[in-house]
C-alpha cells in the first residue's frame, strides 16, 4: 500500500505502516516519511524525525500498559494502581473547559441573584480562574442579590467599596441604592450618594425612593431651608405605590397630620390600615417567620413592648421586619465610632434601632414632643420605634411637669418640629 501511494518507499525497507483517514505514517529505512492525503486524494511528504516519532509511540505504549494494570493491593501492586489511576485521569478531558461562556455566565447569574451571603458569591469566583474572570461579568454582577452585597461594617474595606462600585456600574439598583446611603451617611459623600439613590430611584426601587423622601422631608446635606415636603410627599406616594411598607406609614401619617399635603384623615387611616396588612402578609407568606410569629404571639399576647409596629393596635403582635443590609451596615458602622458618629458635636441619630441614619447638621431630627429624649428621622421610624419600646419608657420630662404647674411649656429647641 505504501510502495502505490509513493514509488520511493520499497517493500523490503517497510519495517511498519499505520494509515488513518487523513494521514499515513510509513517506516523508511531508518527515517519515517508522513504522508498526508488531502480531500482531493493527493499525497505528499512530512518528514519528521525518528527521535520525535519514536517518543510519540513510546508514549502511547506506556499509556496502554498503565491501563491495563489490575486493582491489586499495597506495595508495588499500589503503586501500580496509582500509576494507572494517573494516567487515567490524564486521558480524562476536563468537561468544564467545553461548557461555553454564555451557559457558564448564565448560570452564575441564577447564583448570583439567589445568594444569601456575600461568602456564596465570593467562594464560587475564588475556585478558579475562569470562574473568577466570567463571575465578574456585568451581567453576573447586575443580577447580584441584595443579601450577596451585604458587608458588614467591621469588614468594610477598599475592595469591598470598588465591588459595590462595579455592581452599581453593571446596572445593580440594590448595589446602587447600598452605596448611595453608605456614602451619603457614612462617608459623607452626599452628592455621590444622593446621585446614587436617584438611580436606583429611577428604576423604580421602593427603598430608594422612600430614603430620598425621607432626606426631602428633612432637607438632609443642606440647610433647614432646603426642606421641600411636597417633594417628599410625592416620592413617598411613588414608593408606596410599590408596596413599601414605611412609605405606606409616612404617607398615612403626612394625610393625617397634613404635612406636605392636604389634610385628609380617613385617606391616612387608611393608608396605615394597608401597611399593617402588608406587614403582616409579609409575616404569613415566610414559613419560617410564620412559626416564630405564633410561638410569639402565643407567649408574649399581653407584652406591651413585643411585637412590632402597628400591629399591635389590631390585636396582633409579629417579629420585628428585617433590617435593610444598607440600615444595618449604618448602625453597625455608627456603633463602632460612637454616638456622634463622625465625632462632630451635636449630630444624633435616629433612635429607631433598626433605622442607622445620623443627622447631617445639628437639629436636623425631630425628638419626641414629650419626653425630648429620642430623636426621628420619620414619621414611620416614630411609629415604629413607639410601638417597639418608646411607649413603655416615655415620660415627661421635669421642665414638662413645671409648666404643667402654671408656667407656659417651652418651644423645642432650634425650631423643630415635635411629634405629637
Known sequence: LAASIHPSIRPPDLAFASASASALVVAHGEGFVRLMRTRRGFCYRMPQSERQWRAVEEEERSRKRRRRLPAGGGGADSGGQKMATEGVAEDVPDLFDGLPDDLVVSILSKVSASAASPSDLISIMI?????????????????????????????????????????????????????????????????????????????????????????????????????????????????????????????????????????????????????????????????????????????????????????????????????HPANRFMVEWFAARGASGTGEEGLRLCSHGGCGRQETRRHEFRRCSVCGAVNYCSRACQALHWKLAHKADCAPMDRWLDAAAGAAPPEPAGGELAFN
Open 127 to 323: 475556585t478558579c480562574k475562569r470562574l473568577k474572570g466570567l463571575g465578574s461579568n456585568p451581567l453576573v454582577l447586575a443580577k447580584a442579590s441584595a443579601q450577596s452585597l451585604a458587608v458588614r461594617a467591621k469588614n468594610w474595606s477598599e475592595s469591598a467599596h470598588r465591588f459595590l462600585k462595579r455592581c452599581a456600574d453593571a446596572g445593580n439598583l440594590e448595589a446602587c441604592y447600598i452605596l448611595g446611603m453608605i456614602r451619603f451617611y457614612c462617608l459623607q459623600n452626599r452628592g455621590s450618594g444622593a446621585s446614587l439613590m436617584a438611580r436606583s430611584a429611577m428604576g423604580s426601587h421602593a427603598a430608594a425612593l422612600y430614603s430620598l423622601a425621607v432626606i426631602q422631608f428633612n432637607g438632609s446635606g443642606g440647610d433647614k431651608g432646603d426642606k421641600d415636603l411636597h417633594a417628599g410627599v410625592a416620592l413617598c406616594a411613588r414608593a408606596a405605590f410599590l408596596g413599601h411598607v414605611d412609605a405606606l406609614r409616612e404617607l398615612g401619617h403626612c394625610l393625617q397630620d397634613g404635612y406636605g399635603v392636604r389634610r385628609n384623615v380617613a385617606e391616612g387611616r387608611r393608608f396605615l390600615v394597608q401597611a399593617n396588612a402588608r406587614e403582616l402578609a409579609a409575616v404569613l407568606n415566610s414559613s419560617s417567620l410564620s412559626a416564630a410569629w405564633r410561638q410569639h404571639h402565643h407567649l408574649h399576647r399581653h407584652a406591651l413592648a413585643s411585637g412590632c409596629s402597628l400591629l399591635s393596635d389590631f390585636g396582633c403582635n409579629v417579629p420585628a421586619p428585617e433590617v
